[in-house]
């Protein structure tokens, strides 16, 4: 198995982190926001993390992750700004979190795939 393969092994570890965090309360993350990313087959596949009520999503399962995949900053007054941090790229701002998600699924990177066992410095 080469490291762009996903193992089995890394795809229960993002199933099951998945569920953790679509069982996050508000306190956490709006549930919103995790909702709208798992309903798109392409992001399920990537590793979640929240992280100050900000859900981050890596094409690895273990540290450090990867910064490539757009995020869905909220807004105080509303929308969100999706930036990628690897490259500081603002990739747009939208009014609503499903809007977020379907800029941040249309830029993933090139060849994404499931995220692997490993690190960013593995792919």
């Not at 490539?68 to 990628?84: K, L, N, S, W």
């Not at 979190?97 to 490993?118: F, K, N, S």
């Amino acid at each position: 198995m080469t490291n762009d393969e996903p193992s089995p092994a890394a795809a229960e570890i993002v199933a099951t982190a998945w569920r953790t965090v679509l069982a996050h309360g508000p306190d956490r993350v709006d549930p919103a926001g995790p909702r709208a990313a798992y309903g798109h087959p392409a992001l399920r596949e990537l590793f979640p993390a929240v992280s100050h009520g900000v859900l981050y999503l890596s094409r690895c399962i273990q540290y450090p992750w990867t910064r490539d995949i757009g995020t869905a900053f909220p807004q105080a007054g509303g929308g969100y700004r999706v930036r990628r941090q690897s490259d500081n790229t603002l990739l747009g701002v939208t009014d609503t979190v499903e809007e977020a998600y379907r800029l941040i699924a249309a830029h993933l990177p090139e060849g994404c795939a499931p995220a692997i066992d490993g690190t960013a410095n593995d792919l």
